[in-house]
């Protein structure tokens, strides 16, 4: 007899569980539209970071500095000028961007504007928030410039990294767009 009435007791627990597993959450007009709205900002994102990712494995997208620094401490200067940007596309780099030259003080801004289609050892990595792009150049001078992308796909933002071994690293940053 207590064993039926354990059973019965525990097949009750059991359809009772089933009926509030089964249900649908009854959603008002309200938090449907937040939900709706939430796919709809989710498929978004999700559609902006591959065609991030597509940029970048296309080779052929454009860097727009926002402020540059000169590394290790420099001060952080704006850049407003539109006309500064790394194009990349077909293996060229279309490079025009304000540099600070100068291995101590005084330093001094100087300007880079090239066009070089002899980009050496470009490699493309995937990071867990995006890419790194590197590439090496001369520049049509006796050092070598490296150049170093790192690119965030969800925010579209990135970093720009100019090394070269007679002066301090000059650090940039911005954002990825499309190259027309």
């Excluded at 060229?92 to 801004?109: E, N, S």
Aim: one cysteine or more.
């Amino acid at each position: 007899m207590k064993k039926a009435v354990i059973l019965l007791s525990g097949l009750l627990l059991c359809a009772a569980a089933a009926t509030v597993i089964g249900q649908k959450k009854v959603l008002s007009p309200k938090e449907e539209r937040r939900e709706v709205r939430e796919k709809r900002r989710a498929e978004r994102i999700a559609n902006y970071e591959k065609m991030m990712d597509s940029l970048v494995l296309s080779r052929n997208f454009q860097f727009n500095p926002q402020t540059m620094q000169r590394q290790p401490a420099g001060p952080m200067r704006q850049i407003v000028n539109p006309s500064f940007n790394v194009g990349i596309w077909d293996g060229t780099a279309d490079i025009c961007l304000p540099y600070i030259k100068g291995y101590v003080p005084p330093y001094y801004t100087t300007v880079i504007n090239y066009t070089v289609s002899d980009l050496q050892g470009y490699t493309t990595e995937q990071t867990h928030e995006g890419w790194m792009v590197t590439f090496n150049t001369s520049l049509y001078s006796a050092g070598t410039y490296t150049f170093t992308f790192e690119i965030f796909s969800r925010t579209g933002g990135a970093n720009l990294t100019i090394s070269n071994p007679w002066y301090n690293p000059v650090q940039y940053t911005g954002s990825i767009s499309q190259l027309y």
